[in-house]
């Protein structure tokens, strides 16, 4: 009785796993969906360039071991070959699923390829690509960077209302990434149509705290009357904070300083005054790629694009948000 009991019951857990369609490094339906505890998830980081892409890192990584999957990691160190050849080694050791940051936009479209005829879906996070063939990813979960940009040209048009004629620079981030395309351009959108706003120079610190110092340096320069620089990344505008102090200026009085991302040390510095604003970029998308991942191996429709939810923050905003800052 005991054994028919035993045998009826893997009977229904092989018809339930049946029923789950994908996994296994197939979404086409075909073999079973693998257990949680027997997932494999491939993740390609861009690199640890910044305070964003530590708590992003962090924030997945957690996510993964809470839910019980295991996650591959490597990290890019910025550098687009260091990720197709990531994602080449992903796809020969058969992982379930594949997920990325892609450090720029463009000369994505062989390697995803390879990954769809080996059946492997792949999650994109963060920043997309600029394929046209969108059938090569399941999902792109990350923030509207276009939206940020305008958010940071927007405060720029209330701060800067009275005045007749504004000098900006730029930092932007790593050339022919998702942010520093979007970024610019939705700023662009908002300050260009007032042509007393005037970029001075733009120029890139790769998202890096040196990065942002140098350009600044050498920017303050040739544009000692600058007004505002607007900073791609909380970290360039915390180098650039360290130029403007060595060059003699103030920060956030002398010339005024808006960012993206709001990490811990940006926050602290827009507390102090030192920068002005601060349009919120969150990485902690660890939780939803879990869910993404879960949802693609057991065959369920997932949304192909997924936006995160962020904020802006003026000095005040700053001081209240800080204590509870996770990253
Ligand atoms: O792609 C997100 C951007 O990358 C963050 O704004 C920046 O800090 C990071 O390096």
């Not at 960077?145 to 007749?164: I, N, R, S, Y």
């Not at 010339?255 to 991302?261: A, E, L, N």
């Not at 601060?278 to 693609?296: D, F, M, T, Y």
Request: aromatic share 6%.
């Amino acid at each position: 009785m005991k054994k028919i009991i035993g045998m009826a019951a893997a009977g229904a857990m092989l018809l339930a796993l049946a029923g789950c369609s994908g996994g296994g490094g197939s979404t086409s339906g075909e073999g079973e969906a693998p257990a949680t505890e027997d997932l494999i998830v491939g993740f390609s980081q861009v690199g640890a360039e910044s305070g964003w892409r530590a708590a992003n890192t962090k924030d997945i990584q957690a996510a993964f071991e809470e839910a019980g999957i295991e996650l591959k990691f490597s990290d890019a160190q910025q550098k687009q070959e260091n990720q197709i050849k990531a994602i080449r080694s992903y796809i020969q050791q058969g992982v379930d699923v594949i997920a990325f940051s892609p450090v720029v936009e463009s000369g994505w479209d062989t390697v995803l390829k390879e990954a769809k005829d080996a059946d492997i879906p792949v999650v994109l996070t963060d920043r997309s690509v600029d394929s046209a063939d969108t059938s090569l990813y399941v999902s792109f979960l990350g923030s509207d960077f276009v939206e940020e940009g305008k958010k940071a040209g927007e405060w720029v048009t209330e701060e800067f209302a009275d005045a007749d004629a504004v000098k900006i620079i730029q930092l932007e981030g790593t050339t022919g990434s998702a942010p520093a395309i979007d970024r610019a351009e939705g700023f662009a959108d908002v300050i260009g149509s007032d042509p007393k706003f005037e970029v001075v120079a733009s120029q890139t610190g790769d998202f890096t705290r040196s990065g942002g110092k140098q350009v600044t340096e050498a920017l303050l320069k040739s544009n000692p009357d600058v007004d505002l620089i607007y900073a791609h990344n909380d970290d360039m505008g915390l180098g650039a904070i360290e130029a403007i102090e060595a060059a003699g200026l103030t920060p956030g009085v002398d010339i005024k300083i808006v960012t993206v991302d709001a990490v811990k040390d940006g926050m602290q510095a827009l507390a102090d005054g030192k920068i002005n604003f601060i349009v919120e970029c969150s990485p902690l998308l660890g939780k939803q790629l879990v869910e993404i991942v879960e949802k693609v191996v057991a065959g369920e429709e997932v949304e192909p694009r997924i936006v995160t939810e962020e904020t802006t923050f003026t000095q005040e905003q700053a001081i209240e948000a800080l204590p509870d800052r996770q990253y």
